[in-house]
């Protein structure tokens, strides 16, 4: 703790100074090029300032690994459209609006989906202790589609789905919350956002650490944590490394709740600190703002001067750098972000078209206005439905700036993918919310007869645009990306022989202007002018020969369409309520939550749903009937809100206090109970079941074509799951060998469960090598986990949660203590030998 304190108040006060004096500059590039103005050619899309006003974005249950008991949970997960990540117990927690018991800003971290990257990671995360090829982690995965949170100082996230198809979906929704949040820095700020990150690069610099950095990563508090940690981290390490006792696992596990513990008291000083600092350059800017409109004039003359002083010193060294060691290498830099980057915004055209394609179809088919509104409702979200953006995302993964980064001090591509694909997204918005205003004006002037030609002109005329808007943000993303990758190589080859000079060029400037003329900025600038020339050719040569679909400099599209930039100013429309559309109907689920006396609901962009008519038994997440042609649903949804404890209001049947509810499940229980099990383990075996709230149903029916069918039900706490099986097609038998292909894993893991089963019958026997497994109880939590011999059948629907141990609120259940045992292991009882007749 003395430590983070120390070295945290270390940082903020360095950066504090730095961060003072590039306010200053920033608020004079602001008000200057609000004088003169400028800029670059105009958007011919529309832009809308909110579009997930109203929205959220995924909701459904997963497996987390809770650490504190190292046992598996379900738990209900709500993504809200700050793209945080939100855990509750149970779905009637989330829809009554009560706490999250977690909520994780994804910023910084990274989604992996194997354990094989995870042992990775974590394997170089202590020196001299890396496990061997085939060690497991200390997390028991209970299936094979794991979903991994990994963050190099924080505490990183298990989950697990029982399905692929669920594994590419969360996969998909938890890689947009990770882009999302780290895209914090806002670009509305003009003076705040700049003098930030110049004061972070320019600190960065003076460490003598140059180019991109991989942890530039959400809001400034936690980007100035990473800050502090990046040089914290490796002295804890070697402090508390060699200290570590115990197992390679539990070692492992100890440092991550440690580097855990500091990066949360890191980030708390951080964000108290910055709020501060930006409060106290806030209200110094009024005088200063009123100082630069005043004398203008005479601060830009002072720095022509002293740019000209500077640029006799700096240009003959930058331009034989530039010659020998830069420009040779513009070509390859270009070509290599040029080709990733154009096939994804490619693919975003493409996605666009076929889905107004659909959208055309549907309208011949029929369907009337509340179809209508239905599909322009799913049209409207397109941008920020991550599993249909997921393809232009791929395409951008393949950028690969391998044998440059060395070269030029790149850590790697991942700040100019992210970038790539916040460009992407922010295109597909503004060509759909385009699209909608030009389809909702001419069915207002034109009524809705001939639609499939309305949409196609709409159409023409909205890809046209893009086209051109997209070439523009390409050439500026690749001046850019240049620019990040050339000019910290050329500040650190001249800086050995440029640096000491800049002092003496301070006595050129007015004391009344030092504040907004620094020698550092102006050197840098200077620097950037020398090669910008070089650069603009490059990119210029390459829309000249249109291999990847660029305009020329030379086609201006500006005014070409004025009528259009006055729908901009029209708020976006409601389809569904425009043509009276039925919010509420079988294709979406809805909820509400009371806020103040009054309900609140919010559309869902992703909804998880069953594919072309095949039932998914497994399906742990939520879903909703599907719709023809669209295999992706939008849903309502509501967003949580804090406040209110989780225990109250349960009907009797959720309720295991129920004195009802007890009598009706130890009557169905008994009966199954006395056809399973010997009568010796028959009293263990209800006890274990009364502890994890479940219960076993047997019975007979007949079904509606006559045939008389065995029922198995299998209960929990909150729901109830059923399994009905036709005589002559299945048996006990056949269920557990159902039960056996959601479950099974290898034989020679005691803790695992093999069910074998015979036309005769099935057991379980204690010999794992004969296929056997051990019936398990948990011991004193009162809690069932997937490991459980019972909970089997992972359809647990959307309502399903477990019992925590404790309920803090947005708190999380305290780690435990680092001298207590971590890898307790759970008493098993007896094998219990199962015979079904």
């Known amino acids: 703790n003395c430590a983070s304190s120390t070295r945290s108040r270390e940082v903020m006060q360095e950066f504090s100074s730095t961060y003072e004096q590039q306010y200053a500059v920033a608020l004079f590039n602001s008000v200057r090029f609000e004088i003169e103005g400028g800029g670059g050619p105009q958007s011919q899309l529309l832009h809308r300032k909110d579009p997930l006003a109203g929205r959220s974005i995924f909701s459904g249950s997963l497996f987390q690994y809770l650490e504190e008991n190292q046992k598996w949970r379900n738990r209900f997960v709500s993504v809200p459209n ?87 979906k969360w996969h998909a929704v938890l890689q947009d919350c990770v882009r999302h949040n780290n895209n914090g820095i806002s670009e509305d700020l003009p003076v705040q956002t700049p003098a930030f990150t110049n004061a972070v690069r320019l600190y960065r610099q003076a460490k003598g650490h140059y180019g991109t950095w991989d942890m530039m990563c959400g809001q400034p508090p936690q980007i100035l944590a990473n800050l502090v940690m990046e040089t914290l981290h490796s002295d804890l390490r070697d402090m508390i490394g060699p200290r570590l006792k115990g197992k390679m696992q539990q070692k492992q596990r100890n440092w991550m709740l440690i580097s855990d513990a500091v990066y949360r008291q890191v980030l708390c000083h951080t964000n108290g600190r910055y709020k501060e600092l930006v409060e106290s ?66 693919e975003v055209r493409d996605i666009f078209f076929k889905e107004l394609v659909e959208l055309s179809k549907n309208s011949l088919n029929g369907g009337g206005k509340e179809k209508l509104g239905d599909n322009m409702e799913k049209l409207s979200m397109l941008a920020f439905h991550p599993v249909k953006m997921q393809s232009c995302y791929d395409k951008v993964e393949e950028l690969n700036l391998e044998g440059l980064q060395q070269r030029f001090d790149v850590h790697g591509p991942s700040v100019f993918v992210s970038r790539v694909q916040i460009l992407m997204r922010e295109q597909m918005d503004n060509s759909v919310y385009t699209f909608e205003q030009l389809f909702n004006q001419s069915l207002e002037s034109q009524g809705q007869e001939d639609m499939c030609k309305t949409i196609q002109r709409c159409q023409d005329r909205v890809l046209k645009k893009y086209d051109y808007d997209s070439s523009t943000v390409r050439k500026k993303f690749f001046r850019e990306a240049l620019l990040q990758i050339i000019i910290p190589y050329m500040l650190k080859q001249l800086s050995p022989t440029c640096s000491p000079e800049l002092p003496r060029f301070k006595e050129l400037i007015f004391e009344d202007f030092s504040k907004f003329l620094l020698v550092e900025n102006i050197y840098e600038e200077v620097v950037l002018q020398s090669v910008s020339k070089d650069i603009m050719m490059a990119v210029k040569e390459a829309a000249v020969q249109r291999r990847h679909n660029l305009y020329r400099d030379s086609i201006i599209l500006s005014n070409s369409d004025p009528n259009l930039q006055l729908l901009g100013e029209t708020p976006s429309v409601e389809w569904s309520t425009k043509f009276g559309g039925n919010e509420v109907d079988g294709s979406v689920d809805v909820a509400e939550v009371k806020e103040g006396g009054s309900s609140r609901r919010r559309k869902q962009v992703v909804s998880m749903i069953q594919l072309d008519g095949v039932p998914l038994p497994y399906e742990s997440c939520l879903e909703v009937p599907g ?27 959720d309720n295991p206090k129920s004195p009802d509810s007890v ?38 029916v007949i079904s509606e074509d006559g045939l008389e069918e065995d029922i198995t039900h299998l209960t929990t706490k909150v729901e109830t799951v059923s399994r009905k099986s036709v005589r002559d097609k299945s048996s006990p038998q056949a269920i557990l060998q159902e039960l056996k292909g959601m479950r099974k894993h290898e034989a020679d893991k005691p803790e695992e469960m093999v069910f074998e089963s015979t036309s005769e019958e099935t057991e379980v026997r204690p010999d794992a090598s004969e296929q056997t497994a051990e019936v398990s109880t948990a011991e004193s939590d009162g809690e069932s986990s997937p490991k459980s011999p019972l909970v089997t059948d992972s359809s647990l629907g959307s309502d399903s949660g477990f019992q925590s141990l404790t309920s803090k609120g947005m708190d999380e259940v305290d780690p435990l203590p680092l001298n207590e045992s971590l890898d307790k292991e759970e008493k098993i009882t007896s094998p219990v030998k199962v015979v079904l007749v």
């Open 281 to 346: 350059c806030e209200v110094q800017r009024v005088p200063l703002d009123a100082r630069l409109r005043t004398d203008m004039d005479q601060i830009v003359t002072s720095k022509e001067h002293v740019t000209n002083k500077i640029r006799a010193l700096v240009s003959p060294k930058a331009e034989q750098l530039l010659q020998t060691s830069v420009q040779p290498y513009i070509s390859s830099i270009l070509d290599a972000l040029m080709e990733p980057t154009s096939r994804g915004f490619s």
């Open 663 to 700: 009598n009706e499940i130890r009557g169905l229980i008994n009966p199954m109970l006395e056809m399973v099990l010997p009568a010796s383990e028959r009293n263990q075996e209800e006890d274990s079941l009364k502890r994890t709230g479940m219960e076993i149903r047997t019975g007979t």
């Open 627 to 653: 719709v023809e042609l669209i295999p992706e649903e939008d849903a309502e949804m509501t967003e949580g809100k804090d406040g209110g404890k989780d225990n109250e209001d349960l009907d009797p049947c």
């Open 82 to 168: 700050s793209y945080a990540i939100r855990l509750y117990e149970r779905k009637t927690a989330y829809d009554r609006g009560l706490h999250p018991k977690v909520t994780i800003n994804c910023a910084g971290y990274k989604v992996l989906t194997s354990m094989e990257e995870y042992l990775e990671l974590i394997n170089t995360s202590l020196p001299g202790i890396k496990g061997k090829v085939g060690n497991q982690p200390f997390i028991k995965r209970v299936t094979q589609f794991p979903l991994i949170l990994w963050h190099p100082y924080a505490r990183h996230r298990y989950f697990c789905v029982m399905t692929e198809k669920e594994q590419k």
